[in-house]
């Protein structure tokens, strides 16, 4: 009942006034408004980090109301996990806002330009101030809460490697010394000089202006490389086509694809099974709050 009465409260108190902006959610004692909505939105773009397991990042591929829908969700729960922050009355210093603030100016030429860049997303260096302070709140309650609580033990990460131990191999890799030709003809008259000699070298250093070396890994290669992992050591490709150059690639040495040991493999492990425990944490502490939490979202008009 107290919680309804809350909710009447902040809507008439904000009828009273005149709210400027719509109210699109309640959460508890704080509303969320159109504008906010909107804020967040831009600043998502702005590429601040966001503390939320939740809810993946929003995909910027999806349509406005679907953005607007998944931003909202994620508003619910940052005002949900800020409002535990200030319970826990942590403060966070001005200098900390002012740091974060002149790394993002150092990226522009000048502090007009940083501002003009903001006004076009719709923000003020004020709302940005601001939305820095919550998320740096929520990373300190979210540690508090959640990350200082997790633990991995030796024991989960052997038991890990040893139920998924396909999942940590290294890949197959080669190392190459390849030709690279803007010209097709060439490419074409390099490959057949490779064909005709017994001499790989002798021919490698002929084109030594076109040379270059490296090391490819079969599980980062691109599609158009396959032929290169199908080789045997001294032994050349055809000229592949790579972002409108021609390349003739000499397989130097094979690194067959091999098991990783235990040693080698577990601070991945940790890291997975760190992140498992961390989204699980995450979701369950959201859901208690949530259902302890005055939540009202309003119908779209």
Not at 285 to 292: A, F, G, I, N, R
Request: hydrophobic share 40%.
């Amino acid at each position: 009942m107290k919680k309804i009465f809350t909710f009447l409260v902040i809507l008439f108190i904000c009828n009273i006034a005149f709210c400027q902006h719509k109210i699109v959610a309640v959460v508890n004692d704080d509303v969320i408004t159109d504008k906010e909505l909107k804020d967040f939105l831009n600043i998502t773009k702005f590429n601040l980090p966001l503390e939320s397991a939740a809810i993946n990042d929003i995909q910027m591929q999806q349509t406005y109301e679907q953005e607007k829908s998944f931003a909202l969700q994620r508003l619910v729960e940052d005002r949900l996990i800020i409002q535990e922050a200030r319970k826990s009355e942590i403060e966070i210093p001005e200098e900390s806002i002012d740091k974060q603030i002149e790394g993002f100016l150092a990226q522009f030429p000048s502090r007009r330009e940083f501002e003009s860049y903001l006004a076009e997303k719709g923000l003020t260096i004020s709302s940005l101030r601001k939305k820095i302070e919550e998320q740096t709140l929520m990373r300190y309650i979210v540690r508090l809460k959640i990350r200082d609580k997790i633990a991995i033990t030796p024991y989960e990460i052997t038991e890990y490697y040893k139920g998924h131990s396909d999942e940590f191999k290294s890949p197959l890799r080669v190392d190459y010394r390849a030709l690279k030709f803007t010209q097709t003809f060439k490419a074409y008259q390099a490959h057949e000089e490779l064909e005709k000699s017994g001499d790989i070298g002798a021919v490698l250093d002929k084109y030594k202006e076109n040379r270059v070396s490296g090391t490819l890994s079969q599980k980062e290669s691109r599609r158009e490389l396959e032929e290169i992992f199908l080789l045997d050591e001294n032994k050349f490709t055809s000229p592949i086509s790579l972002d409108a150059e021609l390349y003739i690639f000499v397989i130097d040495k094979k690194y067959p694809e091999t098991q990783l040991a235990l040693d080698e493999a577990k601070d991945r492990i940790w890291e997975i099974l760190y992140q498992n425990k961390f989204q699980g944490l995450m979701k369950d502490w959201l859901k208690d709050l949530k259902e302890t939490a005055l939540i009202k979202i309003m119908p779209a008009s």
